[in-house]
């Protein structure tokens, strides 16, 4: 177990509708980090907060958008969700003062029907 | 533009046998990481050992061994004595990113089949 938690473990949608995925950290880090894995596009970075503010961005679309809250917990809203937008989603965390590994949680598994 | 390439897409290996799985890398950034992460069929990312541009030394993580040539621009992993847990697909991916900002880049990874 990473410490790291995400929920809902599973979730299936239809086109068109909107999501939030959650993530909480472990205990005193301060960054988090989510990443898309699809079969066609492999693991890919999509956005990083810390301490409650957006730091870097990646292959993130449009129709997608984060937030990390003051309790450090993140979510990852997707809408306008496209068959495409099935895949895995990590939420991973990282200490403070640029420690360098990511611990990851169990995953979201997002299926759009 | 920084890049991770795993060759290998799958392996079979005896039980018991050493395994080595490869991964290059390409950065012109002299301060990097890099990290290997094992995921099982049940979709979990498992953080398994981590390697720094500056380490002296190869890591070690138990059964986990990173064999970090500079030079080549490689950072293999290698299992002593698999065992049947350890089939599962392996990713070496790379730190980008400066002070905070670490997001990972993820190379394709390689399917490991262990075979009683």
């Known amino acids: 177990d990473s410490g790291v938690t995400q929920t809902p473990k599973h979730l299936i949608t239809a086109t068109g509708q909107r999501v939030t995925l959650r993530c909480s950290p472990r205990s005193g880090d301060l960054s988090v980090y989510w990443y898309q894995q699809s079969l066609d596009q492999g693991l890919q970075f999509l956005i990083q907060?810390?301490?409650?503010?957006?730091?870097a961005k990646g292959n993130i679309l449009e129709r997608f958008s984060a937030q990390q809250f003051p309790d450090l917990h993140s979510e990852l809203n997707l809408s306008s969700l496209e068959l495409g937008d099935s895949a895995l989603y990590f939420c991973?965390?990282?200490?403070?003062?640029?420690?360098?590994?990511?611990?990851f949680g169990p995953g979201t598994r997002l299926t759009v029907l | 533009a920084q890049k991770i390439t795993q060759t290998q897409p799958g392996m079979f290996v005896q039980e018991k046998e050493a395994v080595t799985l490869d991964c290059t890398y390409d950065t012109s950034d002299p301060s990097y990481g890099l990290f290997w992460y094992k995921q099982p069929s049940s979709g979990e990312m498992i953080f398994l050992i981590y390697?720094?541009?500056?380490d002296q030394q190869n890591a070690t993580e138990g059964r986990y061994s990173l064999n970090f040539q500079k030079a080549r621009k490689s950072a293999n992993l290698v299992i002593s004595a698999s065992q049947l847990g350890d089939s599962a697909m392996y990713f070496c991916?790379?730190?980008?990113?400066?002070?905070?900002?670490?997001?990972?880049?993820w190379g394709a990874g390689t399917k490991l089949i262990i075979k009683p």
């Open positions: 907060y810390y301490n409650g503010e957006e730091r």
């Open positions: 390697q720094g541009s500056y």
């Open positions: 991916a790379m730190r980008n990113g400066r002070d905070s900002n670490y997001q990972l880049i």
């Open positions: 991973a965390s990282s200490p403070p003062g640029g420690g360098d590994t990511q611990y």
